[in-house]
T-cell receptor, first 115, second 116 residues
Framework: QQPVQSPQAVILREGEDAVINCSSSKALYSVHWYRQKHGEAPVFLMILLKGGEQKGHEKISASFNEKKQQSSLYLTASQLSYSGTYFCGTVGPYAGGTSYGKLTFGQGTILTVHP | DTEVTQTPKHLVMGMTNKKSLKCEQHMGHRAMYWYKQKAKKPPELMFVYSYEKLSINESVPSRFSPECPNSSLLNLHLHALQPEDSALYLC???????????????FGQGTRLTVV
C-alpha cells in the first residue's frame, strides 16, 4: 500500500528549513528517502530501519516513529541544489518466500528553492 | 563504482515491435529491480530479482518479460506494447539485506519509452 507524503509541494528561499512527512497505514520495516531531479534518476538520501539504525548523507536528517508508522525528512539551511521531488519509500512486513521486501514509493513532494 | 547503466536512453517502438531494455551494475548487488514511472508520478515496482531468481512480479502484463542472465545484468523484453505503456523505465539494484529489510537502492538513468 502506497505511503502518504505531505506536503505535496514546498517553496523555500535559500537558507530556509523544510520538513517532509511520510506515513503508512501498515507496519513498516524500513523507510527510504530519495530525491529525483527532472529527467534524472532517483538518488538515495537516507534509510531508517526498524530498531533505530539509519544510514544516509551527513547533511540530511530524518526520523522514524515505528509505532506511528511515520517518518519525517528534515532539510535545514536549504540550498538551490536541494530542489527536486522527494519520495519516501516504505518496506512492509516480510513477504514469505522472498528475500527482499517490496519497496513502495509515496506520491512525492516537490521542493523548490529560490535564491 | 556506484553506477547502474541502462540502455538505450530513449526508445520509440511500434505496437507490433519486439525490443529489449538492458541494465548493468558492477557493485556486486544481488537484488535488481524494474520500475515504471509516468510523468509526475512515483516509480511503480514491476519486478524484483533476488539472487538471479524472480521473487516479485507485481501482476505485470505478459507483454513485459524480465530476464536476469547473471548477477550483473537485467533485461526487460518488450512485445506488443500499448501506447499507455509509454513511460520512463528505471532499473535499480541493492545489496543483500536482512530478511524483509531492503538496503538502499541505486537507480539507473532510465529508458524513456514511447509506444506509437
Amino acid at each position: 500500500q502506497q505511503p502518504v507524503q505531505s506536503p505535496q509541494a514546498v517553496i523555500l528561499r535559500e537558507g530556509e528549513d523544510a520538513v517532509i512527512n511520510c506515513s503508512s497505514s501498515k507496519a513498516l520495516y524500513s523507510v527510504h528517502w530519495y530525491r529525483q531531479k527532472h529527467g534524472e534518476a532517483p538518488v538515495f538520501l537516507m534509510i531508517l530501519l526498524k530498531g533505530g539504525e539509519q544510514k544516509g548523507h551527513e547533511k540530511i536528517s530524518a526520523s522514524f516513529n515505528e509505532k506511528k508508522q511515520q517518518s519525517s525528512l528534515y532539510l535545514t539551511a536549504s540550498q538551490l541544489s536541494y530542489s527536486g521531488t522527494y519520495f519516501c519509500g516504505t518496506v512492509g512486513p516480510y513477504a514469505g518466500g522472498t528475500s527482499y521486501g517490496k519497496l513502495t514509493f509515496g506520491q512525492g513532494t516537490i521542493l523548490t528553492v529560490h535564491p | 563504482d556506484t553506477e547502474v547503466t541502462q540502455t538505450p536512453k530513449h526508445l520509440v517502438m511500434g505496437m507490433t515491435n519486439k525490443k529489449s531494455l538492458k541494465c548493468e551494475q558492477h557493485m556486486g548487488h544481488r537484488a535488481m529491480y524494474w520500475y515504471k514511472q509516468k510523468a509526475k508520478k512515483p516509480p511503480e515496482l514491476m519486478f524484483v530479482y533476488s539472487y538471479e531468481k524472480l521473487s516479485i512480479n507485481e501482476s505485470v502484463p505478459s507483454r513485459f518479460s524480465p530476464e536476469c542472465p547473471n548477477s550483473s545484468l537485467l533485461n526487460l523484453h518488450l512485445h506488443a506494447l500499448q501506447p499507455e505503456d509509454s513511460a520512463l523505465y528505471l532499473c535499480a539494484s541493492s545489496w543483500p539485506g536482512q530478511r524483509g529489510k531492503n538496503t538502499e537502492a541505486f537507480f539507473g538513468q532510465g529508458t524513456r519509452l514511447t509506444v506509437v
